[in-house]
């Protein structure tokens, strides 16, 4: 039996979308991917997300892969949480299954200084029962420790949860734990899912 439902947030409850962000920008191709490529897809982001770097050291690492673009990428990292936004099913499905009676968390890789940015936009955050967000704790997804410590932490029987993530190689490290996996592609085939685990 489901008694706890676990979450990942990132283009599971909110849309991460930093192509359309950076579109905002008046860059062209060429320097949109090297900026791409410098802050969202290089060897900072996962350092950002473990929670283990200084938002100046960051910002620095950042602009040391693209030194030329300096005044740019301090700009697009400043405004970085312009690139999520709440999905209009969030709430409403987090709120079906709080009445439900089951527990609610998230777990999510997830950097400091975004989470500064976007955490006001998180209108589920009153309905879940507890969060757990990799920065705070240093670890990541899909490293067995993090989600040993989630449940730990909250008191979570692992054969009694189910984990949402859109990324597959976190569902897998979350059944290698025992915790029932979803790998998340959309808000349907999600709901089919929890209603064939008998969620829903």
Not at 29 to 43: D, H, L, V
Not at 112 to 135: I, N, R, V, W, Y
Request: net charge negative.
């Amino acid at each position: 039996m489901i008694d706890t439902v676990i979450f990942d947030v990132g283009r599971v409850l909110v849309d991460w979308d930093y192509h359309h962000y950076l579109e905002s920008f008046s860059f062209d191709e060429e320097k949109r991917a090297i900026i791409t490529s410098a802050i969202f897809e290089g060897p900072y982001w996962p350092k950002a997300d473990r929670g283990i770097l200084s938002f100046d050291e960051l910002l620095n690492g950042f602009i040391s892969l693209a030194p030329e673009y300096r005044d740019d990428i301090f700009r697009v990292t400043q405004g970085a949480g312009a690139a999520i936004s709440l999905r209009s099913y969030a709430v409403p499905l987090v709120r079906e299954l709080k009445e439900k009676g089951l527990r609610l968390f998230l777990l999510s890789n997830y950097s400091e200084f975004l989470l500064k940015q976007t955490k006001h936009k998180m209108e589920f955050l009153p309905l879940m029962d507890g969060a757990l967000f990799s920065c705070n704790c240093h670890l990541l997804k899909p490293e067995p420790e993090i989600y040993q410590l989630l449940l730990e932490r909250y008191q979570i029987v692992p054969s009694h949860a189910v984990f949402l993530d859109d990324t597959l190689r976190n569902v897998r490290g979350a059944e290698n734990c025992g915790i029932h996996g979803i790998h998340f592609t959309s808000y349907e085939n999600a709901r089919k899912d929890l209603t064939t685990l008998g969620v829903l």
